[in-house]
């Protein structure tokens, strides 16, 4: 089955109260009244207009007006909002597992375990980094939306700063071995910073 054809199959159920004399015909046809030529003015029990699977894809087409297209760019034609959340169901469908568990980190809240805010004023945002910087590159390439930047900070060796709010949690070995990691915060209700987790990207400096 083609990635998006349960998302189609999804979709035209939910469009389907918005097609006169819509039915379900079987192995995946659906027969309706056109809504882009109206279909037959003469007889309300024309129905010309169909929507198939062919090839893994859901494509409308009308025996009236002989249009023909993609289910999605139909949908659009008739329902703006649905097409909307269409779009945004089908691009959370294809984002990569590491995306989005980096997503889900920065939208969990934990319950408080040690850190405030104030120790994250002493590190750049990434909406306040340059474009060069391989943080900001990170983040970008994951899709990120850019409303979260300002709640995502470059951190220079991060074990020694994570060191300086709770001594001795990293070795002086592994300090030796220090490096740059995208920090995450998880804030709580109240704005205050109560944990963080560090992204590694291997040894870079920030810009």
């Known amino acids: 089955m083609h990635n998006d054809s349960w998302l189609d199959y999804k979709y035209i159920n939910l469009l389907s109260t918005r097609l006169d004399r819509f039915k379900a ?94 120790p994250l004023k002493g590190l750049k945002k990434v909406s306040q980094l340059k474009p060069e910087s391989r943080i900001k590159q990170f983040v970008d390439a994951r899709r990120i939306p850019t409303h979260y930047h300002a709640t995502l900070f470059a951190c220079p060796n991060f074990r020694q700063y994570t060191n300086s709010l709770v001594p001795g949690i990293f070795s002086d070995d592994s300090l030796a071995r220090d490096e740059t990691r995208l920090l995450i915060p998880f804030i709580s209700a109240n704005k205050d910073v109560h944990a963080y987790q560090g992204r590694s990207l291997g040894k870079s400096d920030v810009t």
């Open 25 to 118: 015909k079987g192995n995946n046809q659906y027969n309706f009244r056109c809504p882009i030529c109206g279909d037959s003015t003469r007889s309300k029990t024309k129905a010309r207009g169909w929507i198939y699977e062919n090839k893994g894809q859901y494509q409308f087409h009308c025996f009236n007006c002989n249009v023909h297209t993609p289910f999605n760019i139909f949908l659009k034609k008739i329902d703006t909002t649905l097409h909307s959340e269409y779009n945004m169901e089908r691009m959370a469908g294809n984002k990569t597992e590491e995306q989005l568990n980096l997503e889900s980190f920065v939208n969990k809240m934990k319950k408080p375990v040690f850190l405030k805010l104030g």
